[in-house]
């Protein structure tokens, strides 16, 4: 009981740290600018009534939603609160399972705290763009660390707890748990057990039923079919993340370097490890690595358009995470052999990642001796473990402390822009306050700024044409090209007046020094004009 209280207040205090500190979280930053407007529509239909990104929610398999606007009736909170509420908990489930991970390798309960604490440093995945520690509450952040609980109570042989954890999973986003249910298959093949397969075949007929009765859906998502060459176009422009041949030689390069860790780190490791680890650790990242050629076939040649939503490729990601546990491992394995030097050369990968990206040069100097103080200190305290068990958790607090405080601070690493300031928030109280519910507003000189879609959620009012709205483009053919067709219109040419409000738009907002002559702005604060259009 003692030692669950004292795990449960570290994985508290480390997810604590992975909100607040480094990498943080956002909230109307990315994909939340689009989840955001479809969650107010579904809660209160007069709004977005006249919102292109809201017309095509991409929300029926899944229950993000469902289960967000249930607590929201329930709680009575604000939507940002029940998302955030959710993803503490999901994040907390996730280092947890990350612990899990390294006490199934036989480290105590200090050392595979440490193994979480450096795991939970984060990391950008280069090429499909996404995190191993999502930002922002969304469906796949939230889906993703309940696949790694389920991993660590895998390798710990709860089979039924490991199937529950991935299924909650499942019914947040289904294709991030595909790597680890093909993986969890093997291990209960390999345990002879089938009955925790049950749990996923409900979680999956839910699914089914609740996509029926989505409502707001206008269309289904088309899984079957070709993408078009004009769409093929679009996607390239708007999403690269998903088209392997765009992707940098470096990227490649990076993801071949972390698969030699692996293989170095697995023979490290060999003596710890049962047939359970290498099922896993060798499973999830060849599945990371297949997906680059599966992907490459199935979306660039075959043009399957189930591929840029199921999005394949994101299954690298186990190919990143499974290099920082086992680097991090190795380097602990080490240690007790008194290789040190060893130790300190395993410990530059959990930190050069969160901090760099890609473990590929050129280096800055300040990269590099970051990077290195870092595993030199990780290295002190592993010995100090090792040398006086009972004396470690300072040395390991102070280890783990540096590097979420360091690498933000010293190294300026900032993961997201800082979007949220006063003047935006102006504009948005002003334009829910002042405008119709039901006004389009257009911001002609954002470009890709992401301002808009801030606006849009905010204020709760229709936005004509935004970049961020473009990622849609991944779902359905018909609002890509409207998309591109206002893109083209009115922000990389200037639309008249009379174009603009026969297109339905109301209220131009611009920045003050393109101020319009002949009109005064209906609002004005130092960052934003607004000009009424229509009547």
């Not at 606007?69 to 909170?77: I, P, S």
């Not at 389920?150 to 089979?159: E, I, K, N, T």
């Not at 490890?273 to 290498?278: K, N, S, V, W």
């Not at 189930?306 to 394949?312: A, E, F, T, V």
């Amino acid at each position: 009981m003692r030692d669950g209280l004292a795990v449960a207040l570290a994985v508290a205090v480390i997810t604590a740290l992975t909100y607040y500190v480094f990498p943080g979280h956002t909230y109307l930053q990315q994909d939340t600018q689009i989840y955001a407007p479809m969650l107010d529509q579904l809660a209160d239909p007069s709004l977005f009534t006249r919102e292109l990104l809201t017309s095509r929610p991409h929300l029926a398999w899944t229950l993000y939603d469902e289960i967000t606007l249930a607590l929201r009736r329930v709680t009575r909170l604000e939507f940002a609160a029940v998302l955030a509420a959710q993803q503490w908990l999901f994040r907390a489930l996730g280092i947890w399972g990350i612990y899990l991970i390294a006490s199934s390798l036989g480290f105590a309960r200090r050392l595979s705290l440490f193994v979480a604490a450096l795991f939970s440093l984060g990391a950008t995945i280069a090429g499909p763009a996404v995190l191993t520690i999502e930002y922002e509450p969304v469906p796949r952040g939230f889906a993703l660390p309940l696949v790694y609980c389920a991993l660590g109570l895998s390798l710990h042989r709860r089979w039924i707890a490991a199937s529950a954890a991935a299924s909650a999973a499942l019914l947040y986003h289904a294709p991030t748990t595909i790597p680890f249910w093909i993986v969890f298959a093997a291990l209960l093949w390999t345990a002879r057990r089938w009955r925790p397969l049950l749990i996923p075949s409900a979680a999956v007929a839910i699914l089914i039923v609740c996509s029926r009765l989505q409502p707001g859906v206008v269309e289904r998502q088309p899984l079957f079919s070709i993408i078009s060459p004009a769409l093929q176009q679009l996607q390239r422009l708007r999403a690269p993340y998903n088209w392997i041949s765009m992707w940098p030689a470096e990227t490649i390069a990076h993801y071949a370097i972390l698969c030699i860790v692996i293989a170095a780190a697995m023979r490290r490791l060999s003596p710890r490890l049962a047939t359970e680890h290498r099922v896993v650790f060798w499973g999830l990242p060849l599945i990371g690595i297949l997906s680059i050629p599966f992907s490459w076939l199935t979306l660039e040649v075959v043009h399957w358009s189930l591929i840029p939503q199921l999005q394949p490729l994101r299954a690298v990601l186990f190919i990143t995470a499974a290099a920082i546990v086992l680097a991090t491992a190795a380097a602990i394995q080490a240690a007790y052999d008194a290789r040190y030097i060893e130790t300190t050369a395993w410990f530059l990968v959990p930190f050069l990642i969160p901090l760099h990206k890609i473990v590929t040069p050129p280096y800055t100097l300040k990269e590099a001796g970051l990077v290195v103080f870092l595993a030199l200190a990780a290295t002190g305290a592993t010995a100090v473990y090792i040398i006086a068990p009972r004396r470690s958790a300072p040395a390991l607090a102070m280890a783990a402390l540096a590097a979420f405080f360091a690498i933000p601070l010293v190294a300026g690493v900032r993961n997201y822009p800082a979007l949220w300031n006063p003047q935006i928030l102006e504009l948005a109280r002003w334009a829910r306050e002042s405008s119709p519910r039901d006004a389009v507003f257009l911001f002609p000189s954002a470009g890709k700024d992401l301002h808009p879609g801030l606006f849009r959620a905010v204020a709760q009012r229709a936005v004509y044409v935004d970049w961020k709205g473009g990622g849609q483009v991944n779902y359905f053919e018909d609002l890509a090209q409207e998309w591109w067709n206002r893109w083209q219109s009115t922000i990389l040419r200037s639309a008249p007046d009379s174009d603009l409000a026969a297109r339905g738009v109301d209220y131009i907002v611009l920045p003050p020094a393109e101020s319009r002559t002949g009109s005064a702005p209906v609002y004005r604060n130092p960052g934003y004009a607004v000009y009424r259009i229509s009547p």
